[in-house]
């Protein structure tokens, strides 16, 4: 299983970008799916998590700026991001939550994408 992040880029502040983030491999269930972002010097830090019902929540800091979304058939996780600033500068990676079939057995385990950087300018 792989999770694959892109979208990441340079902005300028009050701009937006959009990350995108999908999962290969076979899995034989996604549950919830998360955006994280770690700054420079800093720890990581959760963004905003998804349910399979598309259920959600977010930090404080990106409360209505953020929007999660995703599209189970696509295992797809999205993240737009609206009225950047430069504190939302970090690398951000995608997660999830994911079953798979083993033989007879399921296995759930955490998957991460590799990280996409996003740097907002002032």
């Known amino acids: 299983v792989q999770l694959q992040a892109s979208g990441g880029g340079l902005v300028q502040a009050g701009g937006s970008l959009r990350l995108s983030c999908v999962v290969s491999?076979?899995?034989?269930?996604?549950?919830?799916m998360a955006w994280y972002r770690q700054a420079p010097g800093k720890q990581r830090e959760l963004v905003a998590t998804i349910t399979r019902s598309g259920g959600t929540d977010y930090a404080n800091s990106v409360k209505d700026r953020f929007t999660i979304s995703r599209e189970n058939r696509k295992k797809t996780v999205s993240l737009q991001m609206d009225s950047l600033k430069p504190e939302d500068t970090a690398v951000y990676y995608c997660?999830?939550?994911?079953?798979?079939?083993?033989?007879?057995?399921?296995?759930?385990?955490?998957?991460w994408g590799q990280g996409t950087l996003v740097t907002v300018s002032s």
């Open positions: 491999g076979g899995t034989y269930d996604i549950l919830d």
């Open positions: 997660s999830a939550v994911v079953k798979v079939l083993t033989g007879d057995q399921l296995h759930e385990f955490d998957a």
